[in-house]
């Protein structure tokens, strides 16, 4: 938790920081340039249409190279006035007066020490390229562009009087940009105009332009920009009024306004250029055709015409988010088509550092209430899905909205938070698969260890009680067989011996417990839970004493000619938990149901069987063939049980097997029910033709009642001995 909430203060402390805010902008831009991709390209709001005469490589190549005469550019305005459109804008600045020819002729006929004719002298006004543009110019709805500059000095021509109006504030207290120079046009132009508007466009730090002033200072004066000028001579409004904030000591831009045309602004008076796609979403026509041809262009009617370049050569062409390359002219027609239509305008309101704050808080509480339950792979999915909802609901914002909401603080805290869960759970996980291993990678088989590593939760240190089966194999006379082999001999005989046994337990989804000497100690049905424990061990034991017979010529180089095991088998109730002391733990079996079978796998040499099974293993083993062999108490137990041979499994069960159990079965009945004389005779016979020591042990048994079974006889056999 807490390393959480440090992560949301230091990402708050980033949005603080100057260097660090410098950083975020950057990043910012990056989702920014998305959004707009995702949101353009756009139908242009054709009321008022906006046309574009452009300069183009084709009219300076058809009209000359730049500059062109302040004649030719009379008559380029003649012709689209001509055509009756509502504003004419000129994105482009005329700073420098254009020399008289005449004047140049007299100077070249001094050095030649000649006089100039009278009736040249009275063409100079007539070929007064200024004076003509300033006759065109006058009483038409032009207006005039120039650009300030924030870094230079340079005072050029004459600025024009402001509109911009608002008393309410001080130059000095005022957050909008300001500039340290300007080139501005020629005093007669600007005298002669309806208005003039600075198209000076600063880029972001990256080289795209993004955003775009449409008012800032000078000296002690706010002046509109080219693109608000022409808005609001369109919308016949005297003055445009700049609304402020005042925040401490500094008064903040919030909007501009003309009329009843209110236009949102950021604090320095800057807004986001709606762009509405990339070059070509406004019309087009070459400045050469307007020159040469007399013909009526009928989409200049009540138009704004925005005068200005796209030819590489004049070096207007500048980089932004949707196209490397983008005519400046275009840009301010974007910016135009935005202010007459504010409500495109993406913006971003009062509230937005507030809003920013709660959804950080609230991105903060859904992963920590969330994430502590998830898995890493879990996490890095939530982790994508919030990146995508929080990029949807903030593009949402900027395409129905028009709101403009940083978003890289959001993306930057879901990733900080979900790395620090993801690499956290991978330690953990690391730590735990490490520590199952540990526990359990000796004792069960592979798949039960990915199983545990893939839901941990399984896994109860703590120990539980549930109904398992354990089976305990033991070689028979093992301390005789490993008397004569030597330490070496020994050795390699229990790895030959254990290692298939083992196999085979892992086969069968089993638990090993312990070895002691020879002996196996194995647990169906813990760590991962298994339904079919019982049946599981019983087919272990099967498949365990046919390989011991396989098993039987690779120690005959021992000198080990004949080995056997006794395997027992019991179902029921047992504790299992990683249980032990401080020094040395093991994840083990306890109770009295582990007990009795180890009871069981010491009277498999009694009654010289290789499997017994308890009556619960057998009730659960519907695929295996057993065979009933007595109903006994074992010693320390008060309750008597019936145990079983496990012989086969149904599938694998011969017709002579088939044909034995029924006579052995009918042997018992007639034994259980006290007609020992029957009994007798079938025991006799079996003994006779199997020599099967345990047919011995009836008989034995019936001998000794002399052949009557006791009053209240309850057929229970006590076994005195372990």
Same mark, same amino acid.
């Given at each position: 938790?807490?390393?959480?909430?440090?992560?949301?203060? *230091? =990402?708050?402390?980033?949005?603080?920081?100057?260097?660090?805010?410098?950083?975020?902008?950057?990043?910012? #831009?990056?989702?920014?340039?998305? !959004?707009?991709?995702?949101?353009?390209?756009?139908?242009?709001?054709?009321?008022?249409?906006?046309?574009?005469?452009?300069?183009?490589?084709?009219?300076?190549?058809?009209?000359?190279?730049?500059?062109?005469?302040?004649?030719?550019?009379? /008559?380029?305005?003649?012709?689209?006035?001509?055509?009756?459109?509502?504003?004419?804008?000129?994105?482009?600045?005329? %700073?420098?007066?254009?020399?008289?020819?005449?004047?140049?002729?007299?100077?070249?006929?001094?050095?030649?020490?000649?006089?100039?004719?009278?009736?040249?002298?009275?063409?100079?006004?007539?070929?007064?390229?200024?004076?003509?543009?300033? &006759?065109?110019?006058?009483?038409?709805?032009?207006?005039? $562009?120039?650009?300030?500059?924030?870094?230079?000095?340079?005072?050029? *021509?004459?600025?024009?009087?402001?509109?911009?109006?608002?008393?309410?504030?001080?130059?000095?207290?005022?957050? #909008?940009?300001?500039?340290?120079?300007?080139?501005?046009?020629?005093?007669?132009?600007?005298?002669?105009?309806?208005? %003039?508007?600075?198209?000076?466009?600063?880029?972001?730090?990256?080289? +795209?332009?993004?955003?775009?002033?449409?008012?800032?200072?000078? @000296?002690?004066?706010?002046?509109?920009?080219?693109?608000?000028?022409?808005?609001?001579?369109?919308?016949?409004?005297?003055?445009?009024?700049?609304?402020?904030?005042?925040? *401490?000591?500094?008064?903040?831009?919030?909007?501009? %306004?003309? $009329?009843?045309?209110?236009?949102?602004?950021?604090?320095?008076?800057?807004?986001?250029?709606?762009?509405?796609?990339?070059?070509?979403?406004?019309?087009?026509?070459?400045? /050469?055709?307007?020159?040469?041809?007399?013909?009526?262009?009928?989409?200049?009617?009540?138009?704004?015409?925005?005068?200005?370049?796209?030819?590489?050569?004049?070096?207007?062409? !500048?980089?932004?988010?949707?196209?490397?390359?983008?005519?400046?002219?275009?840009?301010?027609?974007?910016?135009?088509?935005?202010?007459? +239509?504010?409500?495109?305008?993406?913006?971003?309101?009062?509230?937005?550092? $507030?809003?920013?704050?709660?959804?950080?808080?609230?991105?903060?509480?859904?992963?920590?209430?969330?994430?502590?339950?998830?898995?890493?792979?879990?996490?890095?999915?939530?982790?994508?899905?919030?990146?995508?909802?929080?990029?949807?609901? +903030?593009?949402?914002?900027?395409?129905?909205?028009?709101?403009?909401?940083?978003?890289?603080?959001?993306?930057?805290?879901?990733?900080?938070?979900?790395?620090?869960?993801?690499?956290?759970?991978?330690?953990?996980?690391?730590?735990?698969?490490?520590?199952?291993?540990?526990?359990?990678?000796?004792?069960?088989?592979?798949?039960?260890?990915?199983?545990?590593?893939?839901?941990?939760?399984?896994?109860?240190?703590?120990?539980?009680? !549930?109904?398992?089966?354990?089976?305990?194999?033991?070689?028979?006379?093992?301390?005789?067989?490993?008397?004569?082999?030597?330490?070496?001999?020994?050795?390699?005989?229990?790895?030959?011996?254990?290692?298939?046994?083992? &196999?085979?337990?892992?086969?069968?989804?089993?638990?090993?417990?312990?070895?002691?000497?020879?002996?196996?100690?194995?647990?169906?049905?813990?760590?991962?839970?298994?339904?079919?424990?019982?049946?599981?061990?019983?087919?272990?034991?099967?498949?365990?004493?046919?390989?011991?017979?396989?098993?039987?010529?690779?120690?005959?180089? =021992? *000198?080990?000619?004949?080995?056997?095991?006794?395997?027992?088998?019991?179902?029921?109730?047992?504790?299992?938990?990683?249980?032990?002391?401080?020094?040395?733990?093991?994840?083990?079996? =306890?109770?009295?149901?582990?007990?009795?079978?180890?009871?069981?796998?010491?009277?498999?040499?009694?009654?010289?069987?290789?499997?017994?099974?308890?009556?619960?293993?057998?009730?659960?083993?519907?695929?295996?063939?057993?065979?009933?062999?007595?109903?006994?108490?074992?010693?320390?137990?008060?309750?008597?049980?019936?145990?079983?041979?496990?012989?086969?499994?149904? !599938?694998?069960?011969?017709?002579?097997? &088939?044909?034995?159990?029924?006579?052995? +079965?009918?042997?018992?009945?007639?034994?259980?029910?006290?007609?020992?004389?029957?009994?007798?005779?079938?025991?006799?016979?079996?003994?006779?033709?199997?020599?099967?020591?345990?047919?011995?042990?009836?008989?034995?048994?019936? &001998?000794?009642?002399?052949?009557?079974?006791?009053?209240?006889?309850?057929?229970?056999?006590?076994?005195?001995? @372990?």
């Amino acid at each position: 938790m807490s390393i959480l909430l440090t992560l949301l203060v *230091g =990402l708050l402390y980033l949005n603080k920081n100057p260097t660090a805010i410098d950083i975020l902008q950057r990043l910012e #831009a990056i989702p920014y340039d998305i !959004r707009l991709k995702l949101s353009t390209p756009q139908t242009a709001i054709d009321i008022p249409p906006i046309i574009i005469v452009d300069i183009d490589e084709n009219s300076l190549k058809q009209q000359g190279r730049w500059p062109w005469s302040r004649k030719k550019l009379a /008559h380029l305005i003649e012709r689209i006035s001509e055509n009756t459109p509502a504003v004419i804008a000129l994105d482009i600045v005329l %700073s420098e007066k254009e020399k008289n020819p005449i004047t140049s002729l007299k100077e070249e006929l001094i050095t030649l020490n000649k006089e100039m004719p009278n009736w040249i002298k009275a063409l100079k006004s007539e070929l007064d390229a200024d004076a003509i543009f300033t &006759k065109t110019i006058k009483d038409k709805d032009v207006v005039l $562009g120039y650009p300030f500059h924030r870094n230079q000095i340079i005072h050029s *021509g004459k600025l024009p009087d402001t509109v911009v109006q608002n008393d309410s504030y001080s130059i000095e207290s005022l957050t #909008a940009i300001n500039m340290r120079g300007y080139t501005a046009n020629l005093k007669e132009f600007t005298k002669n105009v309806l208005g %003039s508007g600075f198209f000076s466009i600063s880029p972001d730090r990256d080289g +795209n332009v993004r955003r775009a002033p449409i008012i800032a200072i000078y @000296k002690d004066k706010v002046y509109p920009s080219l693109a608000l000028e022409t808005a609001r001579l369109y919308l016949f409004e005297d003055t445009v009024k700049l609304h402020t904030e005042t925040i *401490g000591q500094v008064k903040t831009v919030t909007h501009v %306004s003309m $009329g009843k045309s209110r236009i949102p602004t950021d604090a320095k008076g800057q807004i986001l250029i709606p762009y509405l796609g990339k070059q070509g979403h406004f019309e087009y026509i070459s400045a /050469h055709k307007l020159l040469e041809n007399k013909e009526t262009f009928e989409s200049i009617e009540n138009a704004i015409v925005l005068v200005g370049t796209s030819a590489q050569g004049l070096t207007d062409l !500048r980089p932004t988010p949707l196209q490397a390359s983008f005519p400046g002219v275009e840009i301010q027609a974007n910016i135009l088509h935005g202010l007459l +239509n504010p409500d495109i305008i993406a913006y971003s309101p009062d509230w937005t550092e $507030g809003a920013t704050i709660v959804w950080l808080l609230v991105l903060c509480l859904i992963m920590i209430l969330i994430y502590p339950l998830l898995q890493p792979l879990q996490l890095v999915l939530s982790g994508l899905t919030l990146l995508i909802l929080t990029f949807t609901l +903030n593009y949402w914002l900027w395409f129905s909205q028009h709101i403009n909401l940083p978003i890289v603080l959001s993306l930057l805290l879901i990733m900080a938070i979900s790395s620090v869960f993801v690499i956290y759970d991978l330690l953990v996980e690391s730590k735990g698969r490490k520590r199952i291993h540990n526990m359990f990678g000796q004792y069960v088989p592979q798949e039960h260890i990915n199983k545990l590593i893939d839901n941990p939760k399984q896994i109860s240190t703590h120990g539980l009680r !549930r109904e398992m089966t354990v089976l305990f194999s033991d070689i028979r006379d093992f301390t005789s067989l490993s008397e004569p082999l030597s330490t070496k001999e020994l050795k390699s005989f229990l790895n030959q011996y254990l290692t298939p046994i083992t &196999k085979i337990i892992f086969d069968h989804q089993g638990t090993i417990d312990k070895y002691v000497g020879d002996m196996v100690m194995s647990f169906w049905g813990a760590p991962i839970e298994d339904p079919l424990h019982a049946q599981n061990a019983v087919k272990s034991a099967l498949m365990m004493q046919k390989t011991i017979n396989k098993l039987q010529a690779d120690f005959e180089h =021992l *000198g080990i000619k004949k080995i056997a095991a006794g395997i027992g088998i019991n179902t029921g109730e047992m504790n299992v938990g990683d249980m032990g002391s401080d020094y040395r733990r093991a994840y083990t079996v =306890l109770g009295d149901a582990v007990n009795l079978g180890s009871r069981l796998e010491g009277l498999t040499k009694y009654y010289d069987v290789k499997i017994l099974v308890s009556e619960n293993t057998k009730s659960q083993c519907p695929d295996i063939i057993f065979r009933y062999i007595d109903n006994v108490r074992v010693k320390g137990k008060q309750n008597a049980i019936k145990i079983y041979e496990a012989i086969s499994l149904n !599938r694998d069960q011969t017709t002579e097997q &088939k044909n034995q159990l029924k006579t052995h +079965n009918e042997s018992y009945e007639a034994y259980l029910r006290g007609d020992w004389d029957k009994a007798k005779l079938l025991f006799t016979q079996q003994f006779d033709k199997t020599g099967h020591k345990i047919y011995q042990l009836y008989l034995d048994r019936i &001998k000794s009642f002399n052949g009557t079974p006791p009053k209240n006889w309850d057929t229970v056999f006590i076994h005195e001995t @372990k």
